[in-house]
């Protein structure tokens, strides 16, 4: 990898005051550290955010689960209160990348690179996510702007996640076979009476797929999107899948979605 | 004396070390002031270099040395040769262009060798490597072998006008095109033989190291066959004397065909070394491995099958261009032919078979050897057309098969060779129990109930190992003898030091030959050590591929043992007063016929060594034999295999549910292991059909270039293995062996496609039969 | 830049002067001179240099070596007893020939050892997802997926 200078900051104000121009944050690194390797990245200074004490956690009220912004992906997915609340998170969090990378991998990492093929997105997304920053709140309905975009600003640092408590969820993925990325994921949450169905892999970001959302707020049930068909407009289409055969996954996904849900 | 070593369950030797961190595969060895090298290569799979500039690399901190093509052809280093000379159906040899070291001109592929550059530090290496300004002049490329003839494709080489490197033929046209005019029903098929790139887990690693005190150079390399890389490299390439030439492959992390070759950072780095004075090292990274590693298979094949009305096979004609690649690597022009070819009569009586293959070049990384090299595509080709045979005519695709097997050998085929020995109706009975195909029916209903789709597929293979005697090799263009050499050395107390020309790169090796020597000496196995890969040390060697290790190697260690025991006997009698006629010997324990005299085997080696009573008029003293094997044929390993798949309509995802084989390989050394070959061979014919293929853009761009793009399987791609042997010996080696290392994935890829088509109810569909690939074929169905 | 890195390695503590850019498995690789942990890819697939880190497996070749500044390593070379015996995930391995060519070995072993602490007596689809981050060329995972299942029997056996 090119060179760079390295910082490790002791409080996320300070993170903040070295994020300028070419530096780049570094939560578990499991993207970055790979990109740079490749030297696709070439960042001037890396901004550790590893030793900022209370970054990492989970709380859950009942209501919400919060998930500090540097858990990592393997302490959500065996965490008893995540999986208590809203197993289909803790599955979720099980389900990215391999066992080694769910033990560095982080929730803020992940949400904050908004890789198109990420699962994190679709959580916050389908489970109405507040993003806290170093500067604010998100809602996660005005976060993700497109691909690797997010409305974070310069300087601003995810502290933590908390995700809303559905009466009823699910996740299902369909894994590139060679990255294990997904080419197809979908989250349905069920928030008794409001449903929501958010999408990742197919697009250029993840997105929620109001047809299905309005079809399962009707009646929660594999029926209802069985039969809804995702446009292929905008689609992601690479030699994996083509836009065509995401579209259809994306419906197939759902449905199996919502039977796991209703398990 | 213990229990028989040959034919046990021996745990490995070499586990230990490589269980606790102590291998030694090439990357860890560092040498002393050694220096790093990175080679800028070309981003072009076709382009003109105008100009390389390297001005600011110079400039970068770390930098030591760099040297292009220009600097190459200045110091007349000759270019990478190729190692088997195809004649073609004009009688004319083969087109052989350059294959410069680095590029003189022109770049042919993408990763083609411009410049080498060395540094303090690999990331500095890789620092000035990147301010490498070349200017290129890009050109269009052709990467699909079938338009590399095409009208107007872009010209590789001046000396091989439309691409062509030959057009070569086997079989009788004549005759062959007569059997199908009579033929009651004709079955045929097109198909890809898609490319692979073989992903060893260890990439490939150089180190070149020059000693001014002896002028030796000394190449570490991952290399499946340290000599033959020291003779190609001195001989043909550096114009060395090969006894100034030292090469070390110590552990070799996997080879499966690509570390069989000679590669042009091999000899960059030797070379180099001497320039600066320093040791170089070379550590190819995995996204590098994808671009230079050579790659397998990528045919294009029309093939067809004549039957009469009851099934019985008349005649094949198979028409199949190959792709090379840019250039010819080390044994490429005798994949598609000598191993490809020969090979289609399968293990059936079909009397009459034509095969016409034209070899192209295109601008793709070159294509070799890899892992069956030739017969996974010559069994691709003749089981899916008898499978399909079977489902056209209404047959069940076992009977098809028995009406037309050999069942009398020695058989001598349509297409050169003679096999010496199978029983092929006993692999099918015993697979088709193993696979429990009986109950076959009820599991499809219960696939069918979850709305699965189930299908089964069977692959009867042969291939030809034990490569080759030389004779026949060399008749058919082989540029070097392919025996084995081997030698046993005896110490004074009683062990045993067993070199050997046959490395080990995961076959276990240290531990079967171990057990072939324990067991022929009578000693434990610990008494007993196996070296290889260090042309310093070992007499010769030709090297490991085309399952020819224990058949090849193994008996060269045999007639050595024999030697070994020949001589301990004439020794034994002295000791014994005895006449050498009425010594016995069996398992370390030399006997005088009808007396209870005995000397154990060690007794006669400290005789050997402190030779006080001794019988110097005859004998010298000491006990080290060495030998070389020169096989009187090709061995022929055969199986039969069963696949049965479940497949999700919805997604197209295909799950491999049971997978059965049963091989027959001759004699077996240690089952443990031959298991374990085949378990691997298995998986990458299932990673064939399944997940792998190389993909080029139009522009000869590589699409798979990683293991995020390029999926070789997982644990969860595949399933536990049923495997049983059954048995017919060698009839001419005298272990009676024949070798297993490709048999899996020879075998595969026509089971599991004949399974996946059958699950589909389609004709034939394309490797590797991907989700979507087979959620378009069931939608283009409907 | 050099800079300083201390962490402690198979249970010593050490102390190495790196480039920033250095990744932890170039550290332990090149300068602690630990060649049992391997390279065998550039996008954190192969898992060939999985290492525990802090009692978690975690793929080397991700981190950099600041990150794992005063963190707890432990590579393949200090698995094995003091004294030479093999660690019981070790042994299941030898057992059941979960080796060929040895290259991903120590990264199998590393991540198994991990996996078998959570998973006393695994079943074989655990297994096999357990293996997602490593791969192996040579044995078709058959006798991998066996020995893990020995191995994780056996270390909750106290063995």
């Not at chain 2, 070799?368 to 079977?390: F, H, I």
């Not at chain 2, 019988?615 to 030998?627: T, V, Y």
């Not at chain 2, 761009?701 to 070789?712: N, R």
Request: aromatic share 8%; net charge neutral.
């Amino acid at each position: 990898m090119h060179a760079f200078k390295y910082h490790r900051p002791a409080s996320v104000n300070d993170a903040a005051a070295l994020a300028k121009g070419e530096a780049k944050l570094l939560a578990g690194g499991q993207t970055l550290v790979q990109t740079m390797k490749l030297r696709l990245a070439s960042p001037s200074d890396i901004i550790d955010l590893g030793t900022i004490k209370d970054l990492a956690g989970i709380k859950s009220d009942g209501k919400s689960v919060t998930v500090g912004a540097m858990t990592r992906h393997a302490e959500v997915a065996h965490s008893a209160d995540v999986k208590k609340a809203i197993p289909a998170l803790a599955a979720l969090a099980g389900m990215i990348g391999d066992r080694q990378v769910r033990a560095m991998g982080t929730c803020g990492g992940s949400i904050a690179n908004n890789d198109p093929a990420a699962d994190y997105p679709a959580a916050v997304l389908a489970l109405n996510a507040t993003i806290t920053t170093n500067k604010g709140k998100y809602e996660a309905d005005k976060f993700f702007k497109g691909m690797f975009t997010t409305a974070l600003g310069a300087g601003e640092i995810i502290t933590s996640v908390s995700f809303q408590v559905p009466k009823r969820a699910a996740y299902t993925k369909f894994k590139n076979p060679a990255s294990r990325f997904a080419i197809v994921g979908v989250f349905v949450a069920d928030f008794g009476g409001s449903v929501r169905v958010a999408v990742t892999g197919a697009g250029p970001a993840v997105f929620r797929q109001a047809d299905m959302e309005k079809a399962l707020g009707a009646k929660f049930a594999p029926e209802s999107v069985a039969n809804i068909k995702q446009k292929q407009d905008g689609l992601n289409s690479d030699m994996h899948a083509s836009a065509e055969y995401r579209a259809h996954l994306v419906t197939v996904m759902a449905r199996r979605a919502v039977e796991a849900a209703l398990r | 004396m213990g229990a028989p070593l040959i034919g046990a369950r021996v745990e490995r030797k070499e586990d230990y070390r490589f269980l606790t961190g102590a291998g030694q595969y090439t990357d860890d060895v560092d040498l002393p002031r050694q220096a790093y090298a990175v080679f800028v290569r070309s981003p072009h799979a076709h382009a003109v270099i105008k100009k390389i500039n390297s001005a600011k690399a110079k400039k970068s901190p770390g930098f030591v040395a760099i040297y292009t093509g220009e600097d190459f052809a200045a110091a007349k280093l000759g270019g990478l040769p190729c190692g088997w000379l195809i004649t073609d159906v004009n009688g004319q040899p083969m087109k052989e262009p350059p294959h410069p070291c680095l590029a003189q001109g022109k770049v042919r592929y993408v990763g083609d060798q411009v410049a080498i550059v060395v540094a303090e530090t690999s990331e500095q290496a890789r620092d000035a490597a990147g301010l490498v300004e070349v200017d290129y002049e890009v050109l269009p490329a052709v990467v699909d072998g079938s338009r590399a003839r095409a009208k107007g494709a872009p010209q590789l080489h001046e000396i091989a006008p439309d691409n062509t490197c030959y057009v070569w033929a086997i079989g009788d046209k004549a005759v062959t095109d007569a059997a199908f005019a009579k033929a009651a029903h004709v079955t045929k098929l097109e198909f890809i033989n898609n490319r692979l790139v073989p992903n060893a887990m260890e990439p490939r690693v150089a180190i070149g190291s020059y000693s001014r005190s002896d002028d030796n150079y000394t190449l570490y390399v991952a290399s499946q066959n340290p000599h033959v890389e020291r003779l190609l490299m001195t001989a043909f390439v550096m114009g060395l004397p090969e006894h100034k030439v030292r090469v070390v492959a110590g552990d070799v992390g996997g080879g499966f065909g690509s570390k069989i070759y000679l590669y042009a950072e091999d000899v960059a780095v030797t070379w180099t070394s001497k320039q600066i004075n320093r040791p170089v090292k070379w550590t190819s990274d995995r996204s590098e491995a994808f671009l230079t590693d050579a790659h397998g298979r990528d045919h294009h094949t029309v093939a067809e099958m004549a039957m009469d009305k009851d099934g019985k096979f008349l005649g094949m004609r198979v028409k199949t261009t190959a792709n090379l690649g840019a250039y010819l690597s080390t044994f490429a022009s005798c994949v598609p032919t000598i191993l490809y070819a020969t090979l289609l009569a399968g293990q059936y009586k079909t009397p009459v078979i034509h095969c016409e293959v034209t070899a192209v070049f295109t601008n793709t990384t070159p294509v070799d050897a890899y892992r069956g090299a030739g017969r996974p595509e010559a069994t691709y080709v003749v089981e899916r057309l008898v499978e399909t045979a079977a489902r056209e005519m209404k047959i069940d695709p076992a009977e098809i098969r028995r009406r037309n097997f050999i069942t009398e050998f020695p058989y001598q085929t349509p297409v050169a060779l003679q096999y010496d020995i199978g029983n092929y109706n006993a692999t099918m009975d015993a697979v088709q129990k193993l696979a429990d195909v009986s109950g076959y029916a009820s599991r499809k209903k219960a696939s069918e109930a979850k709305g699965r789709l189930r299908g089964l597929g069977y692959a009867a293979y042969i291939e030809a190992c034990g490569i080759a005697p030389s004779a026949v090799a060399g008749a058919l263009g082989a540029r070097a003898g392919l025996f084995e050499a081997g030698e046993v050395r005896v110490h004074p107390t009683g062990s045993v030091t067993v070199f050997t020309g046959s490395h080990s790169h995961g076959q276990g090796h240290e531990t079967t030959f171990a057990q072939v020597v324990a067991d022929r000496l009578g000693m434990p196995i610990e008494n007993v050590d196996i070296v290889h890969g260090d042309t310093s040390k070992i007499l010769f060697g030709m090297g490991t591929y085309g399952s020819r290790s224990i058949a090849v190697g193994g008996t060269a260690i045999v007639k050595a043992l024999d030697k070994v025991i020949a001589k301990g006997r004439k020794i034994a009698a002295h000791l014994m007063e005895a006449a050498e006629s009425d010594v016995e010997y069996d398992r370390g324990v030399y006997t005088v016929k009808g007396t209870d005299k005995k000397k154990m085997f060690g007794e006669v080696a400290f005789a050997a060594y402190v030779p006080h009573n001794y019988p110097h008029d005859k004998l010298e003293p000491g006990l080290n034999e060495n030998a070389f094997y020169d096989p009187a044929n090709f061995t022929f390993p055969a199986g039969s295999y069963v696949c049965e798949v479940e497949v999700d309509p919805e997604t197209g995802v295909v799950k491999v549910e049971k997978f059965s084989a049963v091989d027959d390989f001759g004699n077996i050394i240690n089952p443990m292991i031959v298991e374990g070959q085949v378990h691997g061979g298995l998986t990458q014919g299932i990673g064939q059909a399944l997940t792998e293929g190389a993909r080029y853009d139009a522009t000869g761009q590589l699409t798979t270039g990683s293991f995020m793009d390029y999926c070789i399987p997982r644990a969860t791609d595949v399933p536990f293995y049923q495997v049983d042997t059954r048995v017919t010996a060698c009839t001419h080696n005298p272990l009676g062996v024949k070798g297993c290392g490709e048999a899996g994935a020879i075998g595969a890829p026509a089971a599991l496609m004949n399974a996946i088509t059958d699950a589909l109810g389609v004709k034939d569909m394309p490797m590797p039969a991907s989700p979507q690939a087979v959620w378009t074929a069931l939608k283009n169905k409907k | 830049m050099a800079v300083k890195v201390s962490l402690k390695v198979n249970g010593k503590s050490v102390s190495v002067e790196v480039e920033e850019r250095t990744l932890l498995v170039t550290v332990i690789r090149e300068n602690l001179r630990l060649t049992g942990t391997h390279v065998g890819c550039d996008t954190a697939q192969c898992g060939a240099c999985t290492v525990s880190m802090n009692g978690k497996a975690v793929k080397s070749c991700s981190i950099l070596a600041m990150q794992a500044e005063g963190a707890d390593v432990m590579t393949i070379e200090g698995v094995a007893k003091a004294d030479g015996t093999l660690h019981a995930m070790q042994a299941a391995f030898k057992e059941h020939h979960g080796l060929q060519c040895g290259f991903c070995t120590p990264g199998m072993v590393m991540n198994a050892i991990d996996f078998a602490k959570s998973h006393p007596n695994p079943s074989e689809q655990e297994i096999r997802e357990a293996l997602e981050g490593n791969l192996c060329r040579c044995t078709g995972y058959h006798n991998i997926v066996k020995a893990i299942g020995a191995g994780a029997k056996a270390m909750a056996a106290g063995k």
